[in-house]
């Protein structure tokens, strides 16, 4: 077990970790990425959020407690735009996904696939040469807008179609790369026709985003479905009505080099095993009860039997 970067409680809530990951980046300088492993390990990274933690220690966990292969965890790297790159340079091997975003992510948005099959067949026939998709897990964490009850009530807003005739009055805050993602703030105009008034730029549905929505600095938060800090504050996630979101199944990436068929059947189990409504539980063990993601990811494999 080799842990080169860890995401701290005090680092959750106060820092902006996808701006601080990208300005290192541009330095030529990213924690962990570029040092050298031992051969007989396997690099887990992961990008900038609780769900992202909890996934990534569950890969190490499962895959060492079996004795299957030692790994090293490069944690809480950045957004997408960072910790795909670092995948293919071969910086770390291995990282949960999501099967649409990631479509969407190496298509450049040139895709019209939803449907789970389609968007799966789709991202391996489009993913770079050595790097392999696994089997999707029936969970899916999809990006929502959110608003406050009270919004939705003054707006009579239920679906994001509904938002088009008053978004010009609405401030959107999400993470930095909504600007520029197809499922970010491009999408919603070129589908939608909308466009908000303002956009203010914080985190990937973090301890950011969830403060300013709920102290009304903004009206529209961009949040992932399995947050259980939806439910707790009664916020209502707006219907994607017009399907801008494809399926987001949970997915294993990993690089071809650095695979076998005892890693493979390992996390496809894992994943298999894995739904909807437990990542939402697992999820809010960590934003709302605060509890360690490494402890909360261990937990929740003994208890289904996994280690």
Not at 50 to 68: F, H, K, S, T, V
Not at 156 to 176: C, R
Request: net charge negative; proline share 5%; charged share 25%.
């Amino acid at each position: 077990m080799i842990r080169l970067t860890q995401l701290s409680q005090h680092a959750l809530r106060h820092t902006l970790p996808a701006l601080a990951g990208a300005a290192a980046i541009a330095a030529g300088t990213l924690a962990g990425i570029g040092s050298a492993k031992a051969d007989d390990t396997l690099i887990v990274g992961s990008t900038n959020f609780p769900e992202q933690l909890i996934l990534a220690n569950m890969y190490e966990d499962i895959l060492e407690a079996r004795g299957i292969v030692e790994v090293e965890t490069r944690l809480n790297l950045g957004s997408r735009e960072i910790v795909f790159p670092a995948l293919r340079k071969g910086e770390i091997e291995a990282l949960p996904e999501y099967t649409g975003a990631l479509l969407s992510y190496v298509t450049s948005g040139e895709t019209h696939a939803r449907k789970p099959e389609e968007v799966l067949t789709q991202l391996r026939e489009r993913l770079p040469e050595g790097i392999v998709a696994l089997e999707p897990s029936p969970a899916q964490d999809k990006d929502a807008l959110v608003i406050r009850a009270e919004t939705a009530e003054k707006y009579n807003l239920t679906t994001v179609s509904d938002l088009a005739d008053v978004a010009g009055e609405l401030i959107i805050g999400g993470p930095p790369e909504m600007k520029t993602r197809n499922a970010g703030l491009p999408g919603l105009k070129d589908v939608y026709g909308i466009e908000f008034q303002e956009f203010r730029s914080l985190d990937a549905g973090g301890p950011l985003t969830k403060n300013a929505l709920q102290n009304g600095d903004i009206d529209v938060a961009r949040m992932f479905t399995t947050q259980g800090a939806i439910d707790e504050n009664g916020w209502v996630t707006l219907e994607d009505d017009k399907n801008l979101i494809p399926a987001q199944n949970l997915v294993p990436v990993i690089r071809a080099d650095a695979t076998s068929p005892e890693i493979e059947a390992a996390l496809n189990e894992l994943s298999a095993a894995l739904s909807t409504k437990a990542l939402t539980k697992l999820n809010a063990k960590v934003s709302i009860d605060k509890m360690d993601p490494e402890m909360v990811a261990e937990e929740w494999l003994k208890a289904q039997g996994l280690i």
